[in-house]
Structures are given as C-alpha cells and as structure tokens.
C-alpha cells in the first residue's frame, strides 16, 4: 500500500523499484506538500487542499504510467513504443479526468494555487531522465 510516510521515507512498494520514478514521486510529494504548507498559511485551508490536489493529479498520473510501462517484458523496439505511446496516452488521460474532476467537484478551489502545484509537479517529472536506474 503506498502511503505518504513511504514516499518521504524513500519505501515504496515493489511495484515502483525504479529508482528514477521513486525519486520523482518523492520529490512531487516534497515539493507539494511545501506548496501546501506555505499557500495554507497564506491563504488559507482551501488553498492548502487546493495545492494538495494539484500536486496528487501529477503523482497519480506518474504511477499510471509506471504501471503501464513497467509490467511488459521488451521484445522489440517497435513494441516499445507501442507501450510507451499507450502508457503516455493513459497519464495524459488521467491528468484530464482529474483535472476536471476536481474543478467540478470542489467549489472552494483556489484555481491559481491548484493549476500552479500541478505545473510545478509537471515540471519535476523531467528529473527521471537525470537519474541512473
């Protein structure tokens, strides 16, 4: 079961045993929850949860694609990208639907706050590529 206690402690359950994608997620749920301290002090609850949200929408986003890509045995390189095109297609599908899950579902969301944790979480995604495996 991941919990947030696993991300900051670095244990993560077997299925995410690569370590560029737990380095990620550890630092989107640093990052995030930094966000929501700071934004929850300044502008107040609402604006917390609304970081939290912003940062979590990327979060699950990274472990949908980790799930899709890292359950395959590779056996050429056109099945590659077949299974990276459809794991990409399957985040990018996750974002939107959680997008506007939460835009529709919680009125109180302070949209500057939750649109800007989810960039910067976008943003963090980039440092797998900075990690060796």
């Not at 402690?9 to 370590?19: I, S, V």
């Not at 630092?27 to 502008?43: E, K, P, R, S």
Request: aromatic share 8%; charged share 10%.
């Amino acid at each position: 079961m991941l919990t947030w206690l696993n991300l900051v402690a670095g244990e993560l359950p077997h299925t995410f045993q690569n370590r560029p994608l737990r380095l990620v997620l550890r630092l989107q749920f640093l990052v995030t929850l930094g966000i929501a301290v700071g934004a929850g002090l300044w502008l107040g609850t609402h604006a917390a949860i609304s970081a939290l949200l912003g940062g979590v929408v990327m979060m699950v986003a990274c472990c949908v694609y980790a799930a899709l890509t890292g359950r395959n045995k590779v056996r050429s390189a056109g099945e590659t990208l077949r299974i990276l095109i459809r794991a990409e297609t399957a985040k990018i599908g996750v974002i939107v639907l959680q997008l506007w899950v939460v835009l529709t579902a919680y009125e109180a969301v302070v949209p500057g706050i939750f649109i800007g944790t989810f960039i910067v979480a976008v943003l963090i995604y980039p440092v797998a590529l900075l990690v060796r495996d």
